[in-house]
Structures are given as C-alpha cells and as structure tokens.
C-alpha cells in the first residue's frame, strides 16, 4: 500500500481521520469533484444529504477502480457540503456507510470537511475530490 496514516504525537487524535498522510507511490491520481450525478447525469437524492454523500463516493469508488486504485490508495479526500452545521454529521456518516457497505471497504472519512454556500448546480448538496497515490 502507497499510503500511511499517522497521528503524530503533539496534535490531537482525532477518531474520524488522520493527521498525516504519507504517500510512497510513484502515480498521483487526481479526481475531480464529484457530485450526487448517476451514470446518465441524473442528480440523486435531491433534498437528502444521506443519499448524496452515499451517491458522492461511489463516483470516488468508481473513479478509483478505473485507474486501478482503492479508497486504500486515497491520501486525501476534500468534502465540500451546502450550508454545513455540525448537526449534518449524522446523515454524512450515514451516506459514507451505505457507500462503504455497497463498496465492501472501509469507510473513508475526509481529511477535510468545508462549509460552502453553493455549489454549481443547486440541486446539489455536497461534492468531494480525492487524491491518490499508487505503485
């Protein structure tokens, strides 16, 4: 595996993600962001941030599997969500878990979560980007 997390003494442990990233790998993947779009372009979930979360990592996981990397393979994930209050943490986690049970990993939290006004489509409620790094 090209990927090592650490928390490194000194910052606090914090249970949802790492401090550290350490990525030994000889190909940077970069995916762009991804929204709650099906196959055909079709927003999921409108209006449920669960669904959309869960619809967001699939795109990840798909993205992923055609280069031939893993959520195992992620050095940093980046989660932009529409008005975040940490009262949404709840149904983010609920959509990350439908998604790793659908895609028989591990669930892949983000390294860092940011509220934002809008994104691009109204109609949408959260996007996320991945970097990776494979052999």
């Known amino acids: 595996m090209a990927i090592t997390l650490v928390n490194p003494s000194g910052l606090p442990e914090i249970d949802a993600y790492r401090q550290v990233s350490i ?3 000889s190909k940077l993947i970069s995916i762009a962001g991804q929204v709650a779009w099906d196959a055909d372009g079709v927003t999921v979930g409108a209006g449920d941030l669960a669904a959309q979360v869960e619809q967001c990592y699939l795109n990840i ?3 992923l599997a055609e280069v031939g990397a893993s959520f195992d393979d992620v050095a940093k994930l980046t989660v932009y969500v529409v008005d975040w209050t940490p009262d ?7 959509g990350v878990t439908r998604a790793a049970a659908k895609l028989g990993v591990t669930p892949v939290p983000p390294a860092t979560l940011l509220g934002v006004a809008a994104l691009a489509v109204p109609d949408h409620l959260v996007e996320l980007e991945a970097t990776a790094i494979i052999d």
């Open 23 to 25: 990525a030994t790998g």
């Open 61 to 63: 996981g798909t993205a």
């Open 88 to 94: 949404k943490m709840p149904l983010f986690l609920e």
